[in-house]
């Protein structure tokens, strides 16, 4: 069963379709998630669907260019704050500038190395998701080592499946956010594996048993209707 990448997701927008092979290949080879798209309308809509860690946008695209998606995707509340590193031929000062202008985070001329269009995204991620690249993960008294996979609550270990564990990361990257049970599928299943929305459920349920002792406040909230956030003090009276 396919998992969320350790390192994050990413959509490429790239009309080149030996482009688009060469950086799915060398971003999933360094753990991340990559979906593609060819053309600018597909990149806005694919966004849409599903709000990547990063995007790499070529420049020159069929029906919109990238600037102008750039700028739409500024423009939307749910994708101002998606980073962007736009990828293009054009190595000018001045087209640099237009670039970045447009709200993109970093500009990569082509050709490029993969080996220096790696560093650039992680460089980005570092400074935009932060909790990507770090080794540790922490909201109030729950810790998790991305290294070890261990796990601790109030410096007791606390074992979990690989599913409550991947779970588990994705509230501790977005603490607080409430995700409804569509968004944590996607997130931690995959958006190409089908799953009932219920399963989400139960591994929550094995979560919260794993994560919450005797006399501990429950950290994962229900929020009727809409879905399940970490936080530090919930009343059990949320629980399933």
Known sequence: MASIAERGSILVVEDDEAISALLSYNLEREGFSVRCVADGDDALVAVREQRPDLVL???????????????????????????????????????RVRGLESGADDYVTKPFSPRELLARVRAV??????????????????????????????????????????????????????FSREQLL????????????????????????????????????????AGYALETETASASAD
């Open 186 to 225: 996607d997130a931690v299943w995959g958006p190409t594996i089908y799953v009932e929305p219920r399963t989400v459920d139960v591994h929550i349920r094995r979560l919260r048993k794993a994560l919450n002792a005797p006399g501990e406040a429950d950290v994962i909230r229900t929020v009727r209707s």
């Open 57 to 95: 946008l070529d420049w020159m695209l069929p029906t919109i260019s990238g600037l102008e998606v750039c700028r739409g995707l500024r423009r939307a509340p749910e994708s101002k704050a998606i980073p962007i590193i736009i990828l293009t031929a054009r190595g000018e000062e001045y087209d």
């Open 125 to 178: 991620l570092r400074r935009t998701r932060p909790a990507l690249s770090e080794e540790r993960l922490g909201f109030g008294d729950v810790e998790m080592d991305l290294t070890t996979y261990r796990v601790l609550r109030g410096g007791r270990s606390v074992h979990l499946g690989p599913t409550e564990f991947r779970l588990l990361r994705h509230f501790l990257e977005n603490p607080r956010r409430v």
